[in-house]
Every structure is written in structure tokens, then in C-alpha cells.
């Protein structure tokens, strides 16, 4: 049970404000702004998703810039708030197929309207894209995503200057194309969010892949698809059938943990032949959540020397080498690296003829930044910092320095190595044939080495 909804912008801009029981003050978009704008208790720099002020619990998440905010004086599960919060985000976007700060203005009597029916009186009454069909009636007005900044999730299928729509397809799933007609096309991504940790000689002392098959319809008539998967996918450590996740022993290139399915999906031939038949309801929707832990090559391999260069001052050396194939690209690439806390100056240099590479020197957290703008595959790339003290070192200067930590996006590439071998798709007649778009994505969860 919540009190409150409201979405604000990156300014603290009030976008939408709902209030559903009346217990919490007016204000509380503005106090939780505030809180959260200049947070920094506990020594951390970002408020966490779940506080309390003044008896007010506040719940929070970003999506796209934008801040997603419940309120509530009772003791609800921090868990269910959240996972609502972001059912409400997809729920919005699946309708105005554009979620920004823009398209909320422009749309703000069909939200409306999509709030009071997704909560009444501060109670869940669906968050299901296609059940809201039913009840609600006002048409999106349609936002131009060319114009728009590329933020989050919307902007991880770029390879060049090629743009490529992502997992927030840019398309309303109520609202036809111009002209009446409608594109017949389906969007399936697998999302891979992997976490390594390297030891300080580069050997890998951890590893994990957070994956989900996410699917986006705009198929009429809600024709039957059939999407196979690796037909040497074995899940849990037997191997053997999917309702069995906890056997001891397993063959395969691939070998998932475990998985979950959307309750759409059947498995009657799963364990036969790794298929998935389901009935795509309306909106964007996980067909498919897995886990594997099984050994996989990382993306990158990250080497650091840090070592003193006289008196008061130091050399750190990083180098960082992609293990994947030349014609793959990765973007958006940041390696940090915290440096002893008596650090005063950096000054950096870069590689002979860098282009679209960046470096910091985060004075407040005593941090180095370095941004590489994309790395082809099979290349490397180095960055050589010198370090200024303003005290002497009483202990070895790696201990107090590190580890280095990096985030990525990697289009059209999957580290799990698990593939959609083909996408069927139930034919209405002998000229039915939709477009079908099947793509790739590989991003950092937690990429940390050691020095």
C-alpha cells in the first residue's frame, strides 16, 4: 500500500503527482529531492533506493533520468514497491512508446489515466499492458525519439553511426503508424549483465551472467511464436530436464545455473528440443530469466602497475585489451580506479593518436576516470597517470589504491554464448511475413580487478 506517486525530472521538476490516501504532506517531493540531491550519509554518494524522513518512507528508482517515487507512512516490502515502480515505468513506456520528460508532458491525461487504473486508494490493481486495453482510452500522442538524448537502455544498440531501437522500442503498442497501418514486427534482445573479479596477476576469481530473453510484439492478432535456443543448452549442473535446477553433475558448452519463465511460455518440447512456444501479450516483456556461472571469456582483461617515481609522487600504468572480435565494437567504456587518499594532483597521458578518450581527476573522492568513447575488438588501449602526494607512504601504495572497476555496453554480443537459433511465427496466410529483430547486448554488472 503506497500513499504517493510522483515522477520528477533530473532538475527536480514535479512531471506527475499523484496522491491516493492523503496520510503524507504535500511537500514530500520536494523533501525528497533535496534529500536525495545532496545525500551523504553513511559515506556513501548516492541516497539509497529505500529511506525514511521524518516517519516517511520514501522508495525510489531511476528509469531513463528520470526518478520514479512512491511514498508511504506504513511498513510495506522495500521489493514489492520497487518492482511496481518499475512495472510503472514499463507500463507507461509500452503506451507512449517514448519515455522522457517530454513525452510525460505531452501525455500527461492518458498517465493520469494509467495510474488510476494500475492503483486504487494506494492499492496494485494490475500492472499488465494488455488488461489496461480494456479500461483505458485515451490515444498517446506521439513523440519524435530522434530528438531525444539517448539514455539507458534506449540507446545500448548502436554499432557506428548506425542506430538501432533498443529493448524501449520507440513505438507506442496502442498507436498505429501514420496512415492508418501498422508495421508487423516482433523485437526479441538477450541481455546479458556479467560480473567478474580478477586477481591482482589477471587470474578470474569470480564470474556471473545475469541474463533475460526480452520480447516486444506488435504483431496483430497475437499469432503463436515458437523461439528455439541452443540445442545443447543444459540447465542446472545436470544438465537434464528444466524443472530440475539442483543435480551435481552436467555436459554442454552452455549450462545455465537456472532460469525463470514468463507465465505465457510453454514447455511441453523444451526439454525435447530447447523450445519455447508462447502467446506474446501486449507490451515488452522478460520471455526468459537465467543465471550462469559456468567459466566464460571476459570481454576485457584489465592490467594495472602502480609504482613510486621519487619522492612525493607516483606512476599508475593502465591497460586495457578486448578479448572479443574485430567486428564487434563496444561502447561507452569507463574505467575508474580510487587512488590513495593523500593524492592532490593527476595529470594523464594518453596513447599516440587517442581519439574519444576522456580523463578525470576526481578531487572529492580521490578517484581516476578514464572514458573511452568505444573499443574495437582485438585492440588495446593504455593510459599512464602521474600521481602527487602531499604526504609520504607508511604502507605499499597498491594497498591503498583500487581496484580498478569498469562499466560497458557491447552490442550484438553475448559472453553466455546462448543463441536464438530461429523465430517462428504462427502465418495467418501465404503472404504474412513480419519483420523479426533479433539482437545481442553484453553489459558490465560488476567488472573489478585488483591491483
Same mark, same amino acid.
Given at each position: 500500500?503506497? @500513499?504517493?506517486?510522483?515522477?520528477? @525530472?533530473?532538475?527536480?521538476?514535479n512531471?506527475?503527482?499523484?496522491? #491516493?490516501?492523503?496520510?503524507?504532506?504535500?511537500?514530500?517531493?520536494?523533501?525528497?529531492?533535496?534529500?536525495?540531491?545532496f545525500?551523504?550519509?553513511?559515506?556513501?554518494?548516492?541516497?539509497? =533506493?529505500?529511506?525514511?524522513?521524518?516517519?516517511?518512507?520514501?522508495?525510489?528508482?531511476?528509469?531513463?533520468?528520470?526518478?520514479?517515487v512512491?511514498?508511504?507512512?506504513?511498513?510495506?516490502? !522495500?521489493?514489492?514497491?520497487?518492482?511496481?515502480?518499475?512495472?510503472?515505468?514499463?507500463?507507461?513506456?509500452?503506451?507512449?512508446?517514448?519515455?522522457?520528460?517530454?513525452?510525460?508532458?505531452?501525455?500527461?491525461?492518458?498517465? #493520469?489515466?494509467?495510474?488510476?487504473?494500475?492503483?486504487?486508494?494506494?492499492?496494485?490493481?494490475?500492472? @499488465?499492458?494488455?488488461?489496461?486495453?480494456?479500461?483505458?482510452?485515451?490515444? !498517446?500522442?506521439?513523440?519524435?525519439?530522434?530528438?531525444?538524448?539517448?539514455?539507458?537502455?534506449?540507446?545500448?544498440?548502436?554499432?557506428?553511426?548506425?542506430?538501432?531501437?533498443?529493448?524501449?522500442?520507440?513505438?507506442?503498442?496502442?498507436?498505429? $503508424?501514420?496512415?492508418?497501418?501498422?508495421?508487423?514486427?516482433?523485437?526479441?534482445?538477450?541481455?546479458?549483465?556479467?560480473?567478474?573479479?580478477?586477481?591482482?596477476?589477471? *587470474?578470474?576469481?569470480?564470474?556471473?551472467? %545475469?541474463?533475460?530473453?526480452?520480447?516486444?510484439?506488435?504483431?496483430?492478432?497475437? =499469432?503463436?511464436?515458437?523461439?528455439?535456443?541452443?540445442?545443447?543448452?543444459?540447465? /542446472?549442473?545436470?544438465?537434464?530436464?528444466?524443472? %530440475?535446477?539442483?543435480?551435481?553433475?552436467?555436459?554442454?558448452?552452455?549450462?545455465?545455473?537456472?532460469?525463470?519463465?514468463? &507465465?505465457?511460455v510453454?514447455?511441453?518440447?523444451?526439454?525435447?528440443?530447447?523450445?519455447?512456444?508462447l502467446?506474446?501479450? %501486449?507490451?515488452?516483456? =522478460?520471455?526468459?530469466?537465467y543465471?550462469?556461472t559456468?567459466?566464460?571469456?571476459?570481454?576485457?582483461?584489465?592490467?594495472?602497475?602502480?609504482?613510486?617515481? /621519487?619522492?612525493?609522487?607516483?606512476?599508475?600504468?593502465?591497460?586495457?585489451?578486448? $578479448?572479443?572480435?574485430?567486428?564487434?565494437?563496444?561502447?561507452?567504456?569507463?574505467?575508474?580506479?580510487?587512488?590513495?587518499?593523500?593524492?592532490?594532483?593527476?595529470?594523464?597521458?594518453?596513447?599516440? /593518436?587517442?581519439?574519444?578518450?576522456?580523463?578525470?581527476?576526481? &578531487?572529492?573522492?580521490?578517484?581516476?576516470?578514464?572514458?573511452?568513447?568505444?573499443?574495437?575488438?582485438?585492440? &588495446?588501449?593504455?593510459?599512464?597517470?602521474?600521481?602527487?602526494?602531499?604526504?609520504?607512504?607508511?604502507?605499499?601504495?597498491?594497498? &591503498?589504491?583500487?581496484?580498478?572497476?569498469?562499466?560497458?555496453?557491447i =552490442?550484438? *554480443?553475448?559472453?553466455?554464448?546462448?543463441?536464438?537459433?530461429?523465430l517462428?511465427?504462427?502465418?495467418? +496466410? +501465404?503472404?504474412?511475413?513480419?519483420?523479426?529483430?533479433?539482437? #545481442?547486448?553484453?553489459?558490465?554488472?560488476?567488472?573489478?580487478?585488483?591491483?
Amino acid at each position: 500500500m503506497i @500513499s504517493q506517486f510522483f515522477v520528477l @525530472s533530473q532538475r527536480g521538476d514535479n512531471i506527475v503527482f499523484r496522491d #491516493y490516501r492523503g496520510e503524507v504532506a504535500k511537500g514530500s517531493a520536494e523533501i525528497f529531492f533535496r534529500k536525495v540531491k545532496f545525500w551523504k550519509e553513511d559515506g556513501q554518494e548516492e541516497a539509497p =533506493p529505500v529511506f525514511n524522513v521524518d516517519g516517511v518512507n520514501y522508495f525510489h528508482v531511476k528509469v531513463v533520468g528520470l526518478l520514479f517515487v512512491a511514498t508511504t507512512r506504513v511498513n510495506v516490502s !522495500p521489493s514489492l514497491v520497487l518492482e511496481l515502480l518499475q512495472r510503472i515505468a514499463r507500463v507507461i513506456k509500452d503506451y507512449l512508446g517514448v519515455l522522457s520528460e517530454d513525452s510525460l508532458r505531452k501525455n500527461f491525461v492518458l498517465v #493520469y489515466e494509467l495510474l488510476d487504473e494500475v492503483i486504487d486508494f494506494g492499492y496494485v490493481q494490475t500492472t @499488465s499492458t494488455e488488461v489496461l486495453k480494456s479500461y483505458v482510452f485515451n490515444e !498517446p500522442i506521439v513523440v519524435d525519439a530522434a530528438r531525444l538524448q539517448p539514455l539507458g537502455p534506449a540507446a545500448i544498440f548502436m554499432q557506428g553511426s548506425k542506430r538501432m531501437p533498443g529493448t524501449a522500442v520507440t513505438k507506442s503498442v496502442v498507436a498505429n $503508424e501514420p496512415g492508418g497501418r501498422k508495421r508487423e514486427e516482433i523485437f526479441v534482445d538477450i541481455i546479458e549483465k556479467i560480473s567478474v573479479t580478477f586477481s591482482s596477476s589477471g *587470474y578470474i576469481l569470480t564470474s556471473e551472467i %545475469d541474463g533475460t530473453i526480452q520480447m516486444k510484439s506488435y504483431l496483430t492478432g497475437n =499469432p503463436e511464436i515458437r523461439l528455439a535456443l541452443n540445442e545443447d543448452l543444459s540447465i /542446472g549442473r545436470g544438465g537434464g530436464s528444466v524443472y %530440475d535446477y539442483r543435480s551435481s553433475s552436467g555436459a554442454g558448452p552452455v549450462i545455465l545455473d537456472d532460469c525463470n519463465f514468463h &507465465e505465457s511460455v510453454r514447455l511441453d518440447s523444451f526439454d525435447m528440443d530447447r523450445t519455447l512456444a508462447l502467446v506474446p501479450p %501486449d507490451g515488452e516483456f =522478460p520471455v526468459m530469466n537465467y543465471r550462469m556461472t559456468q567459466e566464460f571469456k571476459p570481454p576485457f582483461h584489465i592490467n594495472c602497475l602502480i609504482e613510486e617515481a /621519487g619522492h612525493l609522487k607516483a606512476e599508475v600504468i593502465l591497460k586495457v585489451r578486448a $578479448e572479443f572480435p574485430s567486428n564487434i565494437t563496444a561502447n561507452t567504456v569507463v574505467v575508474q580506479m580510487p587512488l590513495p587518499k593523500y593524492t592532490t594532483r593527476a595529470s594523464f597521458e594518453l596513447e599516440p /593518436g587517442a581519439v574519444g578518450q576522456r580523463t578525470d581527476f576526481k &578531487e572529492a573522492n580521490k578517484k581516476l576516470e578514464w572514458g573511452l568513447k568505444k573499443i574495437v575488438g582485438g585492440s &588495446e588501449h593504455t593510459l599512464r597517470a602521474k600521481l602527487t602526494f602531499s604526504q609520504e607512504s607508511h604502507a605499499n601504495i597498491t594497498k &591503498e589504491a583500487g581496484p580498478v572497476s569498469m562499466t560497458f555496453t557491447i =552490442p550484438m *554480443y553475448n559472453a553466455s554464448r546462448l543463441q536464438v537459433k530461429y523465430l517462428q511465427i504462427a502465418k495467418k +496466410s +501465404s503472404s504474412y511475413n513480419p519483420y523479426r529483430w533479433v539482437r #545481442y547486448v553484453t553489459q558490465a554488472n560488476s567488472y573489478v580487478a585488483r591491483i
